[in-house]
T-cell receptor, first 114, second 115 residues
Framework: DTAVSQTPKYLVTQMGNDKSIKCEQN?????MYWYKQDSKKFLKIMFS???????INETVPNRFSPKSPDKAHLNLHINSLELGDSAVYFC?????????????FGDGTRLSIL | AQTVTQSQPEMSVQEAETVTLSCTYD???????LFWYKQPPSRQMILVIR??????QNATENRFSVNFQKAAKSFSLKISDSQLGDAAMYFC????????????FGDGTTLTVKP
């Protein structure tokens, strides 16, 4: 019973392509997140949704577009992929936006741009 | 904006010994949450321990404990009786109670456990 599952685990594609990463949580949480972890392992938040509403939108190129069809799903679509987009992307969820409960992370999607 | 600093990029410890990982943060908020997460080579991020800023008592979870110094804005993690399975990257995280609950992560400390 995977709590936060994201697909695919690995994504290898060429520069200029468009790709999507999907995320689903079965914890009944209200809030979901996308993080980017670069090659130096730095972890930075990109977006956060609470009950399908965007609540955090960090300085991210508009080539990145998140979508939350319901509170259990948060997908990330990336247009015109660039070399600098190579990273591991983590989806996470938490009980609510402001909570002492921890975030639960997926296993990450390693995106490699050729 | 909040910042989180982990001043030790790498640490090593002998198996069964104790090690302390440091974390400091900068904030103007009076209430917030702090977390330590572990990321083993398998890549999954796992919660180690959490602390509410309004609580004076330091959190403990089995072999893991924190030294929370609110005035100094310090939140160090102590691992006692280190085990080989503790080898991982450890991230300190600050969670705001405003700003939509945004979490800010430190740059991580890679812990090596020597047999």
């Amino acid at each position: 019973d995977t709590a936060v599952s994201q697909t695919p685990k690995y994504l290898v594609t060429q520069m200029g392509n468009d790709k999507s990463i999907k995320c689903e949580q079965n914890l009944g949480h209200d809030t979901m997140y996308w993080y980017k972890q670069d090659s130096k392992k730095f972890l930075k938040i990109m977006f956060s949704y609470n009950n399908k509403e965007l609540i955090i939108n960090e300085t991210v190129p508009n080539r990145f577009s998140p979508k939350s069809p319901d509170k259990a799903h948060l997908n990330l679509h990336i247009n015109s992929l660039e070399l600098g987009d190579s990273a591991v992307y983590f989806c996470a969820s938490s009980l609510s936006a402001v909570s002492n409960q921890p975030q639960h992370f997926g296993d990450g999607t390693r995106l490699s741009i050729l | 904006a909040q910042t989180v600093t982990q001043s030790q990029p790498e640490m090593s410890v002998q198996e069964a010994e104790t090690v302390t990982l440091s974390c400091t943060y900068d904030t103007s908020e009076s209430d917030y949450y702090l977390f330590w997460y572990k990321q083993p080579p398998s890549r999954q991020m796992i919660l180690v321990i959490r602390q509410e800023a309004y609580k004076q008592q330091n959190a403990t979870e089995n072999r893991f404990s924190v030294n929370f110094q609110k005035a100094a804005k310090s939140f160090s993690l102590k691992i006692s009786d280190s085990q080989l399975g503790d080898a991982a990257m450890y991230f300190c995280a600050y969670r705001s109670l405003t700003n939509a609950g945004k979490s800010t992560f430190g740059d991580g400390t890679t812990l090596t456990v020597k047999p």
